[in-house]
């Protein structure tokens, strides 16, 4: 096989992931995988090593999906893998992390041979037991489980199981609908990489499996090679359920590895927002891909010299039957703590603390009757990222996740909800050199003549972000109802007809001492109202005199 | 119009095309554009096919013109002071976004600036819920006080985009009242006009985007009509917009943001017409030039249109770097693939392509013109496809040295000589092309073999063959003027105007007296703009509606014909539903509601018949006087490939590859898997070799 021809088979693998990612897209029902990118596709060779996956909104499944295929063979079996076949699961341990993923896995045939396999995953509305939030106790009340087993026997559907799952889940329709778009979107794959290896004359996918992986993990090992062979540790406190959690890591760069462990972190909460190792992995794996091989694409080698441990038990280490619903919260924490000891190893590379995870919040409406149509409307929301080294942080924008929010204008079409504000938060990004990202403000409530149950998904509310290299914090959460009702940052909570949910969304931490900011910056950030009068004054030094003239260029129409 | 003068005009980034029909001839011209003045180069193309054609502008009956005049004043950010009019508690929508990155992997990621500073965003309380209904009533008495703030900021536009507007913009009207009133002279766009869909921030966007061009594609407009009436052509200019059709002066300076991309729309009208000449219904459109190529599937000789498209990608072309405009659109894909893009080898020793042009200054290393940095054209020449002394007519000569030696530092780090890095470099952009193509097929459904390529744009001849050979596509069409493709699509394109509207309704809950007055007023919308342009031709109006299973993000387009229109009920609607979505995705989904989200009535005149090609005569089996090596990649060796020049080709005439059909603008690359025939219309037809 010739250099250049390998270079194109690389290429069209992934371009084929992509296509098998859109057309999961193009056909889910459940908001999170349609709007918002929640899923993950790849392809993989016979021996199940992750050759190319797509790119979508969630690192939380880079590590979960090369370790899946794994999982699938060695439970059904390779020698009774049929063509026709598909598999399923949901299990968070061996699947992305919590039940509401299902993960599809389709071995790839080839003229009778077996040469690879497909494998996707989706967050499904709904599985059954309490329902999506932090409230159960273990996993066995956080829904249906499915472990390993066959979706499609050698073509034909497991109707059995089709109906155990229709009759477990609220909206069976759209769970099965969506099962049926995640084994569509392996089959799409499969098509493609048939007329691949029909197109290059070959047998099997062996031949360009060796040349990516040789390539991945040389680049990767050469990358890491750069490095300076040290050690740090890193510690962020959050605010957990009901009692703030420590995450504590040590990062080792050895000649050939980063070893990244948990050890210290806070044990398992009562409550479900444990984190599986393989989300933990997961994200610890792309804070330091990001910071150290951003271009190298993801797949079995070039992921394999980043190695996450964690003591079984801990709260990024949960273990069956800890309960994990909500494991996004604190797996998105989780890049920020990587930074913190990374940010001792290589100075100038990572960012500040940031919101970190989503800001999500789910509204159970009723009428305030009690009669009539009741809706769930579930929301995805951005504080604002942290500053970085020599720019500043992003305002109102996810990272680590890489979803996307909902128009207000569908969200009000989704059920009786008004969203009344969202807008950016002035003078929430932590002061600095560089300025932490603006978080928002929010106001939601039921329409008129509905009630609502807030369930709320919030963290920051305690521990804001922490300024690096003199940055100041960025601004905590604000959580309150409209007529002063106090309100936490989690859990499910009675918004009464009439009222309004007031929140402030947290900012990203600043970047650097504030004192070295450019002055043309703090006067565009004062101009562009990003900073109040006052904070402009107080964290940055401006004078009134200052401020009276960014003022009256204002009102004359002039930009800086 | 038949026997009637025209002349379609395309504003390009580096050439304004002129092309000049009348009875029977074409005469065309590409002159330099010119910047500070678009509407000179425009003149001076004029005087030039009009002194060729032997005619005095006088005679020119219709002009068509198309520009990327409106696009690149929204990526270099060349405005008017603009501000925008929204609602209390949503001033940050267009600086907000989606909130997400569309780079997951860089730490120091720049979003792109929204179009306006958050200093020029104003807000009024007011309030319209999902339904229409008035939650909180806008007070007339806040308006005039806003008005009257924003006088000292010397605005000369201004964008009104409330929420939910699209279902009621009585808000939004008042608000153009009072500013008429205040600030007369200040030019108001509203979200409800320029663009009435549900999802504010693509609303917002695409309001303030109008607005923001909207002063200077008036002014340049007006000055065109009364610069192109001095010099003789008093006739009626109309403009090409972006979904492939054309509109009035008036019209296009009202809503100059349905002009972004109206080139490339000409290209696709002008690859559908050639469809039609042929018959074919299922064509790929391949547009390759300097700096992109544009890909476009035509089915049943109409380009599909979409109703979002991204202008200025700020980050190598990616998805989501740009912004949106939700305007009708042909429905293409745009990557950075052209003759100047450039390579380099990446951290994993894999060769990259593109977006990063070489422009024309200082152009691929074998210009000569201080390039060192291998381009696309460079292989093309060491690949033997170029004659470097015949280049663009002779015009440039070409420097195959500099070529190579590019081309040997590039493959220096990976062990191979220039020839084998030109033959990389180009099997990964086409490559790129070809996955771009195959994306863009499977979001439509389709599945490319069965389908014709038509090539055109100065570097698409010589990357089409192979293009062709990957996509497994075994019919290739190289029409003659390919060069100026854009301007002749100008003057083959309808009058044309499609009006939408967001109002959601379920199939459950379906009302069929609401769904005909809908689409009674949508067609009467739709109607009335192509009635301003032409007073008597027949229009005909072509109802859509988007729709999805209930609980799904993503509409497909379902097409009613007149009667389904005219008498809509529910079943209808659900088994041409269930019928495109299965053709689209392999099966329908049993048990789920289906809902309605977007309205849309296209009214249009005909399109210019074509005339079917007539038959082929049998000709010679012509052979070149020379060869020249070629590499056929294919093969991934070389060839010796017949030379023989396009001009010498008779109809009938066929060539066997290896060969390069040569002319002044291009070459046509055959490979060896294929054979050329030549056609009575010119086009060079090129057809797989059977086993």
């Given at each position: 096989?010739s250099n250049v021809a390998s270079q194109v088979m690389w290429n069209r693998l992934i371009s084929?992931?992509e296509e098998?990612?859109?057309?999961?897209?193009?056909?889910?029902?459940?908001?999170?995988?349609?709007?918002?990118?929640?899923?993950?596709?790849?392809?993989?060779?016979?021996?199940?090593?992750?050759?190319?996956?797509?790119v979508?909104?969630?690192?939380?499944?880079?590590?979960?999906?090369?370790?899946?295929?794994?999982?699938?063979?060695?439970?059904?079996?390779?020698?009774?893998?049929?063509?026709?076949?598909?598999?399923?699961?949901?299990?968070?341990?061996?699947?992305?992390?919590?039940?509401?993923?299902?993960?599809?896995?389709?071995?790839?045939?080839?003229?009778?041979?077996?040469?690879?396999?497909?494998?996707?995953?989706?967050?499904?509305?709904?599985?059954?037991?309490?329902?999506?939030?932090?409230?159960?106790?273990?996993?066995?009340?956080?829904?249906?489980?499915?472990?390993?087993?066959?979706?499609?026997?050698?073509?034909?559907?497991?109707?059995?199981?089709?109906?155990?799952?229709?009759?477990?889940?609220?909206?069976?329709?759209?769970?099965?609908?969506?099962?049926?778009?995640?084994?569509?979107?392996?089959?799409?794959?499969?098509?493609?990489?048939?007329?691949?290896?029909?197109e290059?004359?070959?047998?099997?996918?062996?031949?360009?499996?060796?040349?990516?992986?040789?390539n991945?993990?040389?680049a990767?090992?050469?990358?890491?090679?750069?490095?300076?062979?040290?050690?740090?540790?890193?510690?962020?406190?959050?605010?957990?359920?009901?009692?703030?959690?420590?995450?504590?890591?040590?990062?080792?760069?050895?000649?050939?590895?980063?070893?990244?462990?948990?050890?210290?972190?806070?044990?398992?909460?009562?409550?479900?927002?444990?984190?599986?190792?393989?989300?933990?992995?997961?994200?610890?794996?792309?804070?330091?891909?990001?910071?150290?091989?951003p271009e190298i694409p993801?797949?079995?080698?070039?992921?394999?010299?980043?190695?996450?441990?964690?003591?079984?038990?801990?709260?990024?280490?949960?273990?069956?039957?800890?309960?994990?619903?909500?494991?996004?919260?604190?797996?998105?924490?989780?890049?920020?703590?990587?930074?913190?000891?990374?940010?001792?190893?290589?100075?100038?590379?990572?960012?500040?603390?940031?919101?970190?995870?989503?800001?999500?919040?789910?509204?159970?409406?009723?009428?305030?009757?009690?009669?009539?149509?009741?809706?769930?409307?579930?929301?995805?929301?951005?504080?604002?990222?942290?500053?970085?080294?020599?720019?500043?942080?992003?305002?109102?924008?996810?990272?680590?996740?890489?979803?996307?929010?909902?128009?207000?204008?569908?969200?009000?079409?989704?059920?009786?909800?008004?969203?009344?504000?969202?807008?950016?938060?002035?003078?929430?990004?932590?002061?600095?050199?560089?300025?932490?990202?603006?978080?928002?403000?929010?106001?939601?409530?039921?329409?008129?003549?509905?009630?609502?149950?807030?369930?709320?998904?919030?963290?920051?509310?305690?521990?804001?972000?922490?300024?690096?290299?003199?940055?100041?914090?960025?601004?905590?959460?604000?959580?309150?109802?409209?007529?002063?009702?106090?309100?936490?940052?989690?859990?499910?909570?009675?918004?009464?007809?009439?009222?309004?949910?007031?929140?402030?969304?947290?900012?990203?931490?600043?970047?650097?001492?504030?004192?070295?900011?450019?002055?043309?910056?703090?006067?565009?950030?004062?101009?562009?109202?990003?900073?109040?009068?006052?904070?402009?004054?107080?964290?940055?030094?401006?004078?009134?005199?200052?401020?009276?003239?960014?003022?009256?260029?204002?009102?004359?129409?002039?930009?800086? | 119009?038949?026997?009637?003068?025209?002349?379609g005009v395309d504003i390009g980034g580096t050439f304004t095309d002129v092309v000049?029909?009348?009875?029977?001839?074409s005469h065309s011209i590409k002159v330099l554009t010119t910047y500070a003045a678009p509407e000179d180069a425009i003149i001076d193309g004029m005087?030039q096919v009009?002194?060729?054609?032997?005619?005095?502008?006088?005679?020119?009956?219709?002009?068509i013109h198309g520009t990327t005049l409106a696009t690149n004043a929204l990526i270099e950010r060349r405005g008017?002071?603009?501000?925008?009019?929204?609602?209390?508690?949503?001033?940050?929508?267009?600086?907000?976004?989606?909130?997400?990155?569309f780079e997951?992997y860089d730490?120091n990621l720049q979003l792109p600036d929204?179009l306006?500073?958050?200093?020029?965003?104003?807000?009024?309380?007011?309030?319209?819920?999902?339904?229409?209904?008035?939650?909180?009533?806008?007070?007339?008495?806040?308006?005039?006080?806003?008005?009257?703030?924003?006088?000292?900021?010397?605005?000369?536009?201004?964008?009104?985009?409330?929420?939910?507007?699209?279902?009621?913009?009585?808000?939004?009207?008042?608000?153009?009242?009072?500013?008429?009133?205040?600030?007369?002279?200040?030019?108001?766009?509203?979200?409800?006009?320029?663009?009435?869909?549900?999802?504010?921030?693509?609303?917002?966007?695409?309001?303030?985007a109008?607005?923001y061009i909207?002063?200077l594609m008036?002014?340049y407009?007006?000055?065109?009509?009364?610069?192109?009436?001095?010099?003789?052509?008093?006739?009626?200019?109309?403009l090409m917009h972006s979904?492939g059709?054309?509109?009035?002066?008036?019209?296009?300076?009202?809503?100059p943001v349905?002009l972004v991309e109206s080139g490339p729309a000409g290209g696709a009208v002008f690859a559908a017409h050639i469809a039609?000449?042929?018959?074919?219904?299922?064509i790929l459109s391949f547009d390759m030039g300097g700096t992109t190529a544009k890909i476009c599937l035509i089915?049943?000789?109409?380009p599909k249109?979409a109703?979002v498209f991204e202008v200025a990608r700020s980050y190598r072309f990616k998805k989501g770097s740009g912004m949106p405009i939700?305007?009708?659109v042909i429905d293409m894909v745009e990557i950075g693939a052209g003759g100047g893009s450039l390579a380099h080898v990446d951290s994993l020793r894999q060769i990259r392509v593109g977006p990063e042009s070489a422009g024309s200054e200082p152009g691929p290393a074998c210009y000569g013109r201080g390039g060192s940095r291998p381009a696309v054209t460079d292989a093309d020449l060491v690949l033997g496809r170029l004659d470097p002394e015949n280049f663009a007519g002779g015009s440039i000569r070409l420097h195959a040295g500099a070529s190579e030696a590019a081309l040997t530092e590039l493959g220096a780090s990976l062990q191979m000589d220039a020839l084998t890095a030109a033959y990389g470099l180009a099997e990964v952009v086409d490559e790129n092309m070809a996955n771009a193509a195959r994306v863009h097929a499977v979001e439509?459904?389709?599945?490319l073999?069965?389908y014709t390529m038509i090539a055109f744009g100065g570097a698409a001849p010589l990357h089409a063959g192979r293009l062709c050979e990957k996509l497994g596509v075994?019919r290739l069409l190289v029409p003659t003027g390919a060069g100026v493709g854009s301007a002749i699509g100008f003057l083959r394109a309808?009058?044309?105007?499609?009006?939408?509207?967001?109002?959601?309704?379920?199939?459950?809950?379906?009302?069929?007296?609401?769904?005909?007055?809908?689409?009674?007023?949508?067609?009467?919308?739709?109607?009335?703009?192509?009635?301003?342009?032409?007073?008597?031709?027949?229009?005909?109006?072509?109802?859509?509606?988007?729709?999805?299973?209930?609980?799904?993000?993503?509409?497909?387009?379902?097409?009613?014909?007149?009667?389904?229109?005219?008498?809509?009920?529910?079943?209808?609607?659900?088994?041409?539903?269930?019928?495109?979505?299965?053709?689209?995705?392999?099966?329908?989904?049993?048990?789920?509601?289906?809902?309605?989200?977007?309205?849309?009535?296209?009214?249009?005149?005909?399109?210019?018949?074509?005339?079917?090609?007539?038959?082929?005569?049998?000709?010679?089996?012509?052979?070149g006087?020379a060869t020249r090596a070629l590499f056929d990649p294919a093969l991934a060796q070389i060839v010796?490939a017949q030379i023989v020049p396009r001009a010498?080709?008779?109809?009938?005439?066929?060539v066997?590859g290896p060969a390069l059909i040569t002319e002044d603008e291009t070459t046509t690359v055959i490979p060896a898997s294929r054979?050329a025939?030549?056609?009575?219309?010119g086009s060079i037809?090129i057809?797989?070799?059977?086993?």
């Amino acid at each position: 096989m010739s250099n250049v021809a390998s270079q194109v088979m690389w290429n069209r693998l992934i371009s084929i992931v992509e296509e098998q990612a859109q057309a999961l897209v193009r056909t889910a029902f459940s908001t999170s995988v349609r709007e918002a990118g929640d899923l993950s596709a790849g392809v993989y060779d016979a021996a199940g090593l992750m050759l190319a996956q797509a790119v979508t909104g969630t690192p939380g499944h880079v590590n979960a999906m090369a370790d899946a295929v794994p999982h699938f063979i060695r439970r059904i079996g390779r020698a009774t893998m049929r063509e026709g076949d598909v598999y399923i699961t949901n299990d968070p341990w061996e699947g992305t992390g919590h039940l509401h993923d299902f993960t599809v896995v389709t071995p790839s045939f080839y003229q009778g041979r077996h040469v690879g396999f497909f494998a996707c995953t989706a967050h499904v509305v709904d599985v059954g037991g309490r329902g999506f939030g932090a409230d159960a106790a273990s996993i066995y009340e956080e829904g249906i489980h499915i472990p390993i087993m066959r979706f499609a026997h050698a073509g034909r559907v497991d109707e059995t199981l089709i109906e155990i799952i229709r009759g477990n889940v609220r909206e069976p329709d759209q769970v099965v609908g969506d099962l049926y778009a995640l084994a569509t979107c392996n089959e799409i794959g499969q098509r493609r990489l048939a007329d691949m290896l029909a197109e290059f004359g070959l047998d099997d996918l062996d031949g360009i499996s060796d040349f990516i992986l040789t390539n991945s993990r040389r680049a990767t090992l050469e990358r890491i090679a750069a490095l300076p062979r040290d050690s740090a540790t890193g510690a962020m406190r959050i605010d957990g359920f009901d009692v703030p959690i420590d995450l504590c890591v040590s990062l080792q760069i050895e000649a050939d590895r980063i070893i990244c462990d948990f050890t210290g972190t806070s044990g398992v909460d009562k409550k479900g927002i444990n984190v599986p190792l393989v989300y933990t992995k997961a994200y610890a794996c792309y804070a330091l891909k990001c910071a150290i091989a951003p271009e190298i694409p993801n797949n079995a080698a070039s992921l394999a010299p980043f190695q996450v441990t964690a003591p079984a038990g801990s709260i990024v280490n949960a273990v069956h039957p800890a309960p994990v619903a909500l494991r996004h919260i604190i797996g998105h924490m989780i890049p920020d703590v990587v930074f913190s000891a990374l940010d001792k190893i290589l100075p100038a590379t990572v960012p500040a603390e940031g919101a970190g995870c989503l800001c999500n919040f789910q509204v159970s409406l009723r009428p305030a009757s009690g009669q009539g149509r009741r809706a769930e409307v579930l929301t995805f929301n951005s504080g604002g990222a942290g500053a970085r080294p020599a720019v500043d942080g992003l305002n109102a924008t996810a990272f680590p996740s890489g979803v996307m929010t909902m128009p207000v204008e569908a969200t009000e079409h989704t059920g009786p909800v008004i969203i009344w504000r969202k807008e950016l938060r002035p003078d929430s990004g932590g002061a600095g050199q560089y300025r932490g990202g603006l978080g928002q403000y929010m106001e939601v409530g039921p329409a008129a003549g509905f009630e609502a149950d807030f369930s709320a998904m919030f963290d920051r509310v305690h521990h804001p972000a922490r300024g690096r290299q003199g940055g100041a914090d960025g601004a905590a959460t604000t959580i309150a109802l409209d007529d002063g009702g106090a309100m936490q940052g989690k859990g499910k909570q009675f918004v009464p007809a009439g009222r309004r949910v007031m929140l402030g969304l947290p900012g990203g931490a600043g970047y650097g001492p504030a004192a070295d900011r450019d002055p043309a910056l703090i006067k565009r950030d004062l101009a562009r109202g990003y900073i109040s009068a006052k904070a402009a004054m107080r964290d940055y030094g401006l004078t009134a005199a200052d401020v009276a003239a960014v003022e009256a260029q204002v009102t004359k129409g002039e930009t800086a | 119009m038949q026997h009637a003068i025209r002349l379609g005009v395309d504003i390009g980034g580096t050439f304004t095309d002129v092309v000049l029909e009348l009875a029977g001839a074409s005469h065309s011209i590409k002159v330099l554009t010119t910047y500070a003045a678009p509407e000179d180069a425009i003149i001076d193309g004029m005087h030039q096919v009009c002194a060729k054609a032997g005619i005095s502008p006088a005679q020119i009956d219709q002009i068509i013109h198309g520009t990327t005049l409106a696009t690149n004043a929204l990526i270099e950010r060349r405005g008017a002071r603009t501000a925008l009019i929204t609602t209390q508690g949503f001033r940050d929508v267009i600086e907000m976004r989606t909130e997400s990155r569309f780079e997951q992997y860089d730490l120091n990621l720049q979003l792109p600036d929204p179009l306006l500073p958050r200093q020029h965003r104003f807000t009024l309380l007011e309030r319209v819920d999902a339904q229409g209904a008035v939650l909180i009533p806008l007070d007339r008495e806040e308006v005039v006080a806003l008005a009257e703030d924003m006088a000292s900021y010397n605005f000369e536009s201004i964008a009104v985009g409330l929420l939910h507007s699209y279902l009621n913009p009585a808000h939004e009207r008042m608000i153009r009242d009072v500013l008429a009133e205040r600030l007369p002279g200040v030019m108001v766009s509203l979200s409800s006009e320029v663009s009435p869909q549900m999802r504010e921030y693509e609303r917002f966007n695409t309001t303030v985007a109008n607005a923001y061009i909207k002063p200077l594609m008036k002014s340049y407009l007006g000055r065109l009509k009364s610069r192109l009436a001095d010099e003789g052509a008093d006739c009626p200019v109309f403009l090409m917009h972006s979904g492939g059709g054309i509109i009035s002066l008036e019209s296009a300076a009202e809503f100059p943001v349905r002009l972004v991309e109206s080139g490339p729309a000409g290209g696709a009208v002008f690859a559908a017409h050639i469809a039609a000449r042929y018959g074919l219904d299922k064509i790929l459109s391949f547009d390759m030039g300097g700096t992109t190529a544009k890909i476009c599937l035509i089915k049943n000789q109409t380009p599909k249109t979409a109703r979002v498209f991204e202008v200025a990608r700020s980050y190598r072309f990616k998805k989501g770097s740009g912004m949106p405009i939700s305007i009708p659109v042909i429905d293409m894909v745009e990557i950075g693939a052209g003759g100047g893009s450039l390579a380099h080898v990446d951290s994993l020793r894999q060769i990259r392509v593109g977006p990063e042009s070489a422009g024309s200054e200082p152009g691929p290393a074998c210009y000569g013109r201080g390039g060192s940095r291998p381009a696309v054209t460079d292989a093309d020449l060491v690949l033997g496809r170029l004659d470097p002394e015949n280049f663009a007519g002779g015009s440039i000569r070409l420097h195959a040295g500099a070529s190579e030696a590019a081309l040997t530092e590039l493959g220096a780090s990976l062990q191979m000589d220039a020839l084998t890095a030109a033959y990389g470099l180009a099997e990964v952009v086409d490559e790129n092309m070809a996955n771009a193509a195959r994306v863009h097929a499977v979001e439509n459904g389709e599945d490319l073999a069965g389908y014709t390529m038509i090539a055109f744009g100065g570097a698409a001849p010589l990357h089409a063959g192979r293009l062709c050979e990957k996509l497994g596509v075994t019919r290739l069409l190289v029409p003659t003027g390919a060069g100026v493709g854009s301007a002749i699509g100008f003057l083959r394109a309808p009058f044309s105007f499609e009006a939408t509207r967001s109002v959601y309704m379920k199939l459950s809950a379906f009302d069929a007296a609401t769904v005909r007055d809908l689409l009674v007023a949508l067609a009467e919308e739709a109607t009335g703009f192509v009635r301003n342009c032409d007073a008597s031709a027949s229009i005909a109006a072509q109802s859509k509606v988007y729709m999805r299973y209930t609980g799904q993000g993503w509409e497909i387009p379902v097409s009613l014909s007149a009667d389904q229109a005219a008498n809509p009920d529910a079943a209808t609607f659900q088994a041409l539903f269930e019928a495109d979505y299965t053709a689209l995705f392999g099966r329908t989904v049993t048990g789920m509601d289906i809902e309605i989200t977007v309205w849309a009535v296209n009214a249009t005149t005909a399109s210019a018949t074509a005339t079917p090609l007539p038959a082929t005569p049998t000709g010679r089996m012509v052979t070149g006087h020379a060869t020249r090596a070629l590499f056929d990649p294919a093969l991934a060796q070389i060839v010796q490939a017949q030379i023989v020049p396009r001009a010498g080709l008779a109809p009938g005439d066929t060539v066997t590859g290896p060969a390069l059909i040569t002319e002044d603008e291009t070459t046509t690359v055959i490979p060896a898997s294929r054979r050329a025939i030549a056609r009575p219309d010119g086009s060079i037809d090129i057809t797989e070799i059977s086993a």
